[in-house]
């Protein structure tokens, strides 16, 4: 098509991070559908689903920060959830039908002793209601039209799973640190199967996810609550927010104009200045000019080389 034949993009176009502390009962995508409209922008995403079931942090990119998205999902993310012994779901959430009871209930000093089998680099196999591809289908769609479906262990990655509180024999509550990819309904489920009896999930909140923690976010109530008025654009955050956790490398306008011509610059260059964090075989920087995010650039091989370049003005 024409580029003067073009439609404009409906919305103003704004660029930044909202977080959302999402309420239980709704899926991540209607939220991102509602903030949207609210804000009446032009583009956004969200940076990692949470099960309808779940609350908590729900990061939601406009914009530019879009491009960030896969940067944040690769992010650290803390959940806190209750599991319910006894009960098997097909879900592994209470959402689920009940598929399998047991009168087993563990003790504390039981579950404490098979923690550690599920810290570190594991194998899960995900749920069945999980947005997995199986044959080019949702594994959910396929689970909810009644057919079997037989999920493969895939690798994760668990940095912290803690038992926090056993409210009763029914009841404990954890809290996870966990890497990109990691299904807390089947953590609750296996822990459960560990100790010797079934469980599902109750209760699952996250509370935080890379950089963005509670205290960012906004409830979905107090946005939506003028359906006169857009929220205020002082709830944004910057869009390099999303990055506070890679390694800032400082470089001058000069090298910055070469990066975004494409260019790969030698890290000879840059002696003194790589940030001891920095991964020297393929980790990523923040590349700063000034106070001025430029983007994102790979050390590889003895080079800094462009990977996500936006320029965006903070």
């Given at each position: 098509m024409p580029r003067h034949f073009r439609k404009k993009p409906k919305g103003r176009p704004i660029d930044g991070w909202l977080i959302v502390d999402k309420p239980s009962g709704i899926g991540s995508t209607d939220v991102v559908n509602k903030v949207k409209r609210a804000f009446d922008a032009q583009k956004a995403g969200h940076g990692g689903t949470l099960d309808p079931l779940a609350t908590g942090l729900l990061p939601v990119a406009f914009g530019a920060a879009t491009k960030t998205v896969p940067y944040v999902m690769d992010g650290a993310k803390t959940y806190r959830f209750t599991l319910r012994f006894g009960i098997a779901t097909d879900s592994d959430d209470a959402d689920g039908q009940?598929?399998?009871?047991?009168?087993?209930?563990?003790?504390?000093?039981?579950?404490?002793?098979?923690l550690p089998q599920f810290i570190g680099d594991i194998m899960q196999v995900p749920p069945i209601y999980s947005a997995i591809k199986v044959n080019g289908?949702?594994?959910?769609?396929l689970a909810r039209d009644g057919q079997e479906v037989v999920l493969e262990a895939r690798p994760a990655r668990v940095d912290r799973f803690e038992l926090v509180e056993r409210p009763d024999a029914d009841t404990a509550t954890f809290e996870?640190?966990?890497?990109?990819?990691?299904?807390?309904?089947?953590?609750?489920?296996?822990?459960?199967?560990?100790?010797?009896?079934?469980?599902?999930?109750?209760?699952?909140?996250r509370l935080s996810v890379g950089p963005f923690?509670?205290?960012?976010?906004?409830?979905?109530?107090?946005?939506?609550?003028?359906?006169?008025?857009?929220?205020?654009?002082?709830?944004?955050?910057?869009?390099?927010?999303?990055?506070?956790?890679?390694?800032?490398l400082a470089v001058t306008e000069q090298e910055a104009t070469r990066l975004m011509q494409g260019q790969a610059l030698s890290l000879v260059d840059f002696m003194g200045r790589v940030p001891d964090a920095a991964d020297p075989m393929g980790g990523l920087v923040r590349v700063m000019a000034g106070d001025r995010f430029v983007g994102l650039c790979r050390l590889e091989e003895g080079m800094l080389v462009p990977e996500r370049l936006m320029a965006v003005p903070e």
């Open positions: 009940v598929i399998e009871t047991t009168d087993a209930r563990p003790t504390d000093d039981a579950i404490r002793a098979a289908e949702r594994a959910y769609d996870v640190e966990s890497g990109k990819g990691v299904y807390m309904r089947s953590l609750a489920r296996d822990i459960a199967k560990a100790v010797g009896s079934l469980g599902h999930i109750i209760v699952l909140r923690k509670e205290a960012h976010a906004v409830s979905l109530d107090k946005l939506l609550e003028s359906a006169d008025t857009p929220p205020s654009l002082d709830l944004l955050l910057p869009l390099a927010t999303a990055l506070d956790d890679i390694p800032a």
